[in-house]
Structures are given as structure tokens and as C-alpha cells.
């Protein structure tokens, strides 16, 4: 890899993922999540419709927060009698148990969250909780959780006995704020979160998922083309999910979501050095079907997923989940990287070694644009003192010059143009890579080798980063030794080693080695083909 692949790696690298890490995303504003979540005026619903607000039931025993347990197959679920919501989703992870839910104070799927739910006896679910709302109408709501972390089902009912139609103020569902994840990965966690939507979008073939965020709270057009008719919404971050599919009697608008903000928790600021600052996270908001006729019952459903951004087995599921995953601009090449991943995992069993194999695959087949890139590069330099000499003798003359310079091109067969192609080849494939191997939930606790035993999370101890940095500025010295006589400009390129080992000191040591080893074979290559292709023309 030359010189220019460096600048234009390093620049890329630095935008993709330096930008993401130290300047996340604006947080969206309390008063503009306030205007998303306004309801229709009272003047304007039928007039025998009545606004109840919610209370909570006179029982004494009922004011009592009561919490219950339910055991699965991958998460332990703790329920809070407070908005009969999900209080902690402790996820079985392999690494660690997490728990997902373990932000705020409301509660995951939480609907109005100051009403104390009692929990009723439902043989068709797994948990149910009953609560009056109000005078004569009774609010139900159930969970079902399939037993191996797939696809789950929220119920609600609401009962009204009387003899109007009651329309139940602000009743939503709450998700958030944030997400949270392992140890490992809880420094990155703020950047990677996000609150989604998924949609059909016109002449795309799969689900479109799109971050809300606090610019869609003040213009509810832009929330509209984004989220029209959305067919799942959550908060996600790297590595989990949490979203809700309305189905039966329930029909998802755009203006139902309301994104705020809400403290999740305390972190070092700039490494304990400045005390400690707090971090805010997303919270979505669903607002849900409210109005119930006098005397029946409304119901209604969705399914909802809380767990890992698996996307081998999110594929698997309905509604298209696995579109939460993110590849970046060129996912196809993602998506084929993480298949050849897979595939060389079966042979390897060991996610460390199968990235060193595709790693040499990927340079054996970059191998004819690595020969040519190298050609150019020598014929240019062989030629060098000649248009060195062209540009003096006419430098007063522009035309005569360039008529010069395309003659000594012609002469030698050599073409500048030559050694920029393989770059815009290399680029997408290093960047798709980078997001296929940043993202692969199969990485998240495989062990390599030696003190390596997550290639999900960085190096503890620093030395592949070390390491990639070391061959690098060898690779530097022995293949570019007159980097910057001639080109001043060129001799910041000393540094990139520097740089390139700063920006990998805290990213997933599985793309820490491929880069490392692809940097390996790469100065190999270069050595053996820089000295034949001297020789031929010397």
C-alpha cells in the first residue's frame, strides 16, 4: 500500500469513526419532544367524548411498588407494578450479564408510568397486570415472552363501563433512555445509541431504518417522509435492540413517536481529570390508542424484540430486523465479508484465525491492483528527474510543458492515474470491513488467542494497536525512504503511523488485527514486488 492509500485511509478512518466517537450526536430538547407528543385539542373530538386523566387505585396496598421476576432462556425479567413496565432486562450474555434495561426510572414499556398496576392471574400470558384508571374504565395489560429470545407479545385492553366515549390523556409506551451493554463497551455506548424507525420505502426492496432524532421533533414533515407508516421503532446501540411492531387494531403513525431526553448515567469526564458529567440518552415515546366507546373495549397488540443485534439469527425472525444492523454506505460488501467471516469460522472454529485467513484472501485478491499500483509507482519515480527537467525548461510555457510531459508518458507507458485506481478499490473494501467486523455480534466474546479473549472490545493491554503502529513506520522506512525530500507537504506522512495507532487504541481488536496483519502481508508484498519491478526497470 503506498502513500496516498495511507492519507486517504487515515482521512477516511478519521471522519468515519473519530467524528462518531468524540462528537456524538446533538441531544434532542425537551421542549421540541413536547411539541411532537401535542394531542389533538379537545374542541375538535366528538362532543360526547370525555378527557379522563389517569389516578391511581384509592387501595392502600395498591400504592405499593411490587416487583416480579420471570426466568427465560437468555435474560432474567424483573417487573415493576409501576406503568407495568419491565424494570430490568438482565441479558445472559456471554461475556457478562447485562443489564439492558437498567437506565431511567420508568421502566421499558412502560405506559403511564404514576399508575400502580396490580398483577391479575392470565393463563395466556406470562405476566398480566390490571389497573382503573379512571371511574369505570379498567386498563389490562399482558406479556408473552417466547422462551428462546425471539419474537415476544405485548397485549392491552381497555375496559370503559359507562355510558360515554373516554379518551385516556398522554396514555404512551416509553422505551429508553438509551441502552445499555457489557463493560467492555460501555465508554462507546453514548455514540452508538440511537432511536430508529423502520419503513417500506418507496423502490427499496427491505426495510429502511432511520435515526430520529431532535430534528424531526421540530419539523414534523421531515418525521413524516421519515417514518411514515413505520412498521417497527426502538433504540438501539452497537451491539442491542429494542423494538416495538404494532399489529392488531393499531395503526403506526409517524406523529405517534416523540423523541426526548433523560439522565441515564455518570461518566469520568476526560478521564476523571474534570470530575464527573452526565449522560443523557434517548427515550422514545408511542403514543397508543386512547379513545374507547361507552360501554365495550378496545384492544389492541404488538410484538416486540429485546436482545442482541445477532444478525445471522435476526434474519431468521419476521419484520426485518436484522435491517438494524449497521454496514455502513457499502454494505453489500459487508454483508459478504461477514458471510466469508462465517465460512472460514467453520473451518478455523476460532473468529481470530478466520480473520487472519480472510485477511490473506482479501490481499491475494487485491494482488493484481497491489502490482500495478507498485508499477506505476517505480516508473513514476524512474521518470521523475526527466519531467523535473521539462517543468524548468518550460515553465514559462504551460502548453509546452504538459505536450512534454504526456510525451515522456507515452515513452515509458506510464499513466499517474494508474496508482489512484487501486485506492478507490481498497477503500470501500477496507470501510466496509470495518463496519462488517465492528458490528458482527459474532465477535462479542470470542476469544483469540493469549490475553485476547474478546475480539468485540479492545486490546487491554494495547499491543496489536502497538504492534500495527511498529509495522507501519518499518513499513514506512523501507518502502517510501525519500518520503518528503522532494514534496515537503509529504513529510507529515512520518506521522501517520502515530496517528493510525492513537485511532486504534480503542477500537475491537478483531479489526485491530485484521488491519495489523493486513499491513503485514502488505510491506511482504511490497518487498518482493518493489525489488523485481526495480530491476525491470532499471
Known amino acids: 500500500m503506498d502513500k496516498n492509500f495511507f492519507i486517504a485511509m487515515g482521512a477516511a478512518l478519521l471522519f468515519y469513526a473519530g467524528y462518531s466517537y468524540f462528537f456524538p450526536a446533538q441531544k434532542p430538547q425537551q421542549a421540541q419532544a413536547a411539541q411532537a407528543t401535542s394531542r389533538q385539542p379537545a374542541s375538535a373530538r366528538a362532543s360526547t367524548t370525555a378527557v379522563v386523566k389517569p389516578v391511581e387505585e384509592v387501595s392502600a396496598v395498591s400504592q405499593q411498588e411490587t416487583t416480579y421476576t420471570i426466568e427465560t432462556k437468555n435474560a432474567d425479567i424483573v417487573f415493576t407494578t409501576k406503568g407495568a413496565a419491565v424494570k430490568d432486562f438482565i441479558y445472559k450474555d456471554i461475556i457478562e450479564p447485562v443489564d439492558l434495561a437498567s437506565y431511567g426510572t420508568q421502566g421499558y414499556f412502560a405506559t403511564l408510568p404514576d399508575v400502580n398496576f396490580t398483577r391479575v392471574e392470565d393463563k395466556t400470558a406470562d405476566i398480566a397486570f390490571r ?48 441502552l445499555a451493554t457489557v463493560k467492555s463497551e460501555q465508554s462507546e455506548n453514548e455514540a452508538n445509541w440511537r432511536a430508529v424507525c423502520a419503513i417500506n420505502d418507496s423502490g427499496k426492496k427491505f426495510l429502511v431504518v432511520n435515526k430520529i432524532t431532535d430534528k424531526h421533533m421540530g419539523k414534523p414533515q421531515k418525521l413524516e417522509d421519515d417514518c411514515a407508516d413505520w412498521q417497527w421503532a426502538g433504540i438501539d446501540n452497537r451491539y442491542f435492540l429494542a423494538a416495538i411492531i404494532p399489529q392488531q387494531n393499531w395503526t403506526a403513525k409517524a406523529g405517534a413517536l416523540s423523541l426526548s431526553e433523560e439522565f ?29 366507546p361507552a360501554k365495550s373495549t378496545l384492544s389492541y397488540s404488538a410484538d416486540f424484540y429485546i436482545g442482541p443485534k445477532d444478525y445471522k439469527y435476526l434474519e431468521t425472525l419476521p419484520y426485518g430486523l436484522g435491517r438494524s444492523v449497521q454496514f455502513g454506505f457499502f454494505k453489500q460488501f459487508g454483508q459478504w465479508a461477514r ?200
Request: proline share 6%; with cysteine.
Open 131 to 178: 389497573a382503573q384508571i379512571a371511574p369505570g374504565l379498567e386498563f389490562y395489560k399482558s406479556y408473552h415472552f417466547d422462551k428462546n429470545g425471539g419474537i415476544n407479545a405485548l397485549e392491552f385492553k381497555l375496559v370503559n363501563t359507562t355510558a360515554r366515549d373516554l379518551d385516556v390523556s398522554n396514555l404512551s409506551l416509553k422505551l429508553g433512555p438509551g
Open 264 to 292: 441515564s448515567y455518570n461518566k469520568d469526564s476526560f478521564f476523571g481529570l474534570f470530575g464527573q458529567k452526565a449522560v443523557y440518552g434517548p427515550k422514545l415515546s408511542i403514543a397508543l390508542p386512547s379513545v374507547v
Open 339 to 538: 458471510g466469508l467471516l462465517e465460512w472460514l469460522y467453520g473451518i478455523t472454529r476460532n473468529y481470530g484465525w478466520a480473520i487472519v485467513l480472510m485477511t490473506l484472501l482479501i490481499q491475494t485478491a487485491m494482488f493484481p491492483l497491489t502490482y500495478k499500483q507498485l508499477k506505476s509507482s517505480i516508473i513514476m519515480q524512474k521518470i521523475s528527474p526527466e519531467m523535473k527537467r521539462i517543468q524548468e525548461r518550460y515553465k514559462q510555457d504551460p502548453a509546452a510543458q504538459q505536450r512534454e510531459t504526456m510525451a515522456l508518458y507515452k515513452k515509458y507507458g506510464a499513466n499517474p492515474f494508474t496508482g489512484c485506481l487501486p485506492l478507490f478499490i481498497q477503500l470501500p473494501i477496507f470501510l466496509a470491513l470495518f463496519n462488517a467486523l465492528r458490528t458482527s455480534w459474532e465477535l462479542h466474546g470470542a476469544p483469540f488467542i493469549f490475553w485476547i479473549n474478546d475480539l468485540s472490545a479492545k486490546d487491554p493491554y494495547y499491543v496489536l494497536p502497538v504492534a500495527m503502529g511498529a509495522m507501519m513506520f518499518i513499513q514506512q522506512k523501507l518502502t517510501m525512504p525519500d518520503m518528503g525530500k522532494d514534496n515537503p507537504s509529504m513529510a507529515a506522512m512520518k506521522y501517520m503511523p502515530v496517528f493510525m495507532t492513537v485511532l486504534f487504541l480503542n477500537f475491537p481488536a478483531g479489526l485491530t488485527l485484521y488491519w495489523f496483519v493486513s499491513n503485514c502481508i502488505s510491506f511482504a508484498i511490497n518487498i518482493v514486488l518493489k525489488k523485481k519491478l526495480a530491476k525491470q526497470f532499471a
